[in-house]
């Protein structure tokens, strides 16, 4: 059975919560009528069990069941630690 849930990379731009990460996913689209290539970013909450990713981390997160009111992501993976 393949596993075709979402995945998404972004960076974390917030931890304040209580084992809830909040990732920022930047993607690039063309403007309509302009065509001019503008970015733009949407903020994903998502679940972290151990509670120790820091701000500026990129992550992987995935689809996952709803966790809470807002919350239907978890981190998959910790790709690159700030410095």
């Known amino acids: 059975m393949p596993n075709?849930?979402?995945r998404l990379i972004g960076r974390?731009?917030?931890n304040s919560m209580?084992?809830?990460v909040?990732?920022?996913v930047e993607r690039t689209v063309s403007h309509p009528l302009y065509k001019k290539v503008i970015r733009t970013s949407k903020n994903y909450k998502a679940h972290d069990e151990s509670n120790e990713i820091p701000v500026g981390a990129l992550?992987?997160?995935?689809?996952?069941?709803?966790?809470s009111k807002t919350k239907r992501w978890a981190v998959e993976e910790v790709m690159e630690?700030?410095?």
């Open 4 to 6: 075709n849930r979402k």
């Open 12 to 14: 974390v731009v917030r």
């Open 18 to 20: 209580d084992k809830t």
């Open 22 to 24: 909040v990732v920022a």
């Open 59 to 67: 992550v992987q997160i995935v689809e996952s069941r709803p966790i």
């Open 81 to 83: 630690m700030p410095e």
